[in-house]
């Protein structure tokens, strides 16, 4: 069964930085493309970045040059490095994948920036 679990998430001052994981099961991780998505409060849940099977990346304009998405095929899992963090990134981050044409999610991680 296709499972995909957040974590990382927490509190953080403006300026810092946080590191959010995924782990995959139930796929054979190293072929599908994985994607960060994340959803604010009253806001539509939105494509934060995205990496290949190969490693190329893709970032939403609002993240770009601050985050960095990587992925470790070894041990199931894509990782989202979040520097210097704003207050208007504080959301609920989601992994999720496509396989088949159907799309899964994890159940969010929530990160918070103060300021």
């Known amino acids: 069964q296709l499972q995909l679990v957040e974590s990382g998430g927490g509190l953080v001052q403006a300026g810092g930085s946080l590191r959010l994981s995924c782990a995959a099961s139930?796929?054979?991780?190293?072929?599908?493309?994985m994607y960060w998505y994340r959803q604010a409060p009253g806001k539509q849940r939105e494509l934060v970045a995205s990496?290949?099977?190969?490693?190329?990346?893709n970032y939403a304009d609002s993240v770009k040059g601050r985050f960095t998405c990587s992925r470790d095929n070894a041990k199931n899992t894509v990782y989202l490095q979040m520097n210097s963090l704003k207050s208007e990134d504080t959301a609920v981050y989601y992994c999720?994948?496509?396989?088949?044409?159907?799309?899964?999610w994890g159940q969010g991680t929530q990160v918070t920036v103060t300021s």
């Open positions: 139930g796929i054979r991780f190293s072929v599908y493309g």
């Open positions: 990496i290949t099977s190969g490693g190329g990346t």
């Open positions: 999720t994948v496509r396989v088949v044409g159907n799309n899964y």
